[in-house]
């Protein structure tokens, strides 16, 4: 290939149409762009995203600051004060506390928080404690075992299968 041969296709540029040169052409006096008003003058339209004075909507909506968290972990989250009322060497987990009652809702892995006080000693199994949470269920005897979380299956689950 060549140079020379690097040509348009035959018919893929058209010349401009010339506006303004008498109502024969069919673009007269006004180039088709109406009578009077904005649109009409030279130098084209308003700006993309302009009102007409107004406030626009995007100096209306708040700013966010930032980027969301991407890999934020979400945790069911108990206190220590909860798991006072279970009965000594219960063992402790997230599918245990759902069956008592304890909590209602399984948001991720579960997440023991130190508040309150524990006097029965429990084999706590969770995803993570806060280090007052773990001395406090140490401190009455119990033990911490830290696990991975493994999403549990729940009933409605398995009588689909």
Same mark, same amino acid.
């Given at each position: 290939?060549?140079?020379?041969?690097?040509?348009?296709? *035959? +018919?893929?540029?058209?010349?401009? &149409?010339?506006?303004?040169?008498? @109502?024969?052409?069919?673009?007269? /006096? =006004?180039?088709?762009?109406?009578?009077?008003?904005?649109?009409?003058?030279?130098?084209?339209?308003?700006?993309?995203?302009?009102?007409?004075?107004?406030?626009?909507?995007?100096?209306?909506?708040?700013?966010? *600051? +930032?980027?969301?968290?991407?890999? &934020?972990?979400?945790?069911?989250? @108990?206190?220590?004060?909860?798991? /006072? =009322?279970?009965?000594?060497?219960?063992?402790?987990?997230?599918?245990s506390l759902t069956?008592?009652?304890?909590?209602?809702?399984?948001n991720g892995p579960?997440?023991?928080?130190?508040?309150?006080?524990?006097?029965?000693?429990?084999?706590?199994?969770?995803?993570?404690?806060?280090?007052?949470?773990?001395?406090?269920?140490? /401190?009455a005897g119990g033990?911490?075992?830290?696990?991975?979380?493994?999403?549990?299956?729940?009933?409605?689950?398995?009588?689909?299968?």
């Amino acid at each position: 290939m060549r140079l020379k041969d690097a040509i348009p296709k *035959k +018919g893929s540029q058209q010349r401009g &149409r010339r506006v303004g040169r008498g @109502i024969s052409a069919g673009q007269g /006096a =006004s180039c088709g762009k109406g009578m009077r008003g904005q649109k009409s003058r030279s130098g084209g339209s308003t700006r993309p995203g302009f009102e007409g004075g107004q406030n626009p909507l995007y100096r209306r909506l708040p700013k966010l *600051k +930032g980027f969301p968290m991407v890999n &934020r972990k979400t945790y069911t989250i @108990i206190n220590v004060s909860k798991l /006072a =009322s279970l009965p000594a060497n219960t063992e402790v987990t997230i599918g245990s506390l759902t069956k008592l009652g304890i909590i209602t809702a399984n948001n991720g892995p579960l997440k023991i928080l130190g508040e309150g006080e524990l006097h029965a000693s429990l084999k706590v199994c969770a995803a993570a404690f806060t280090t007052s949470a773990r001395s406090k269920i140490e /401190a009455a005897g119990g033990s911490c075992k830290k696990i991975a979380f493994v999403q549990a299956v729940s009933e409605e689950d398995s009588t689909e299968e």
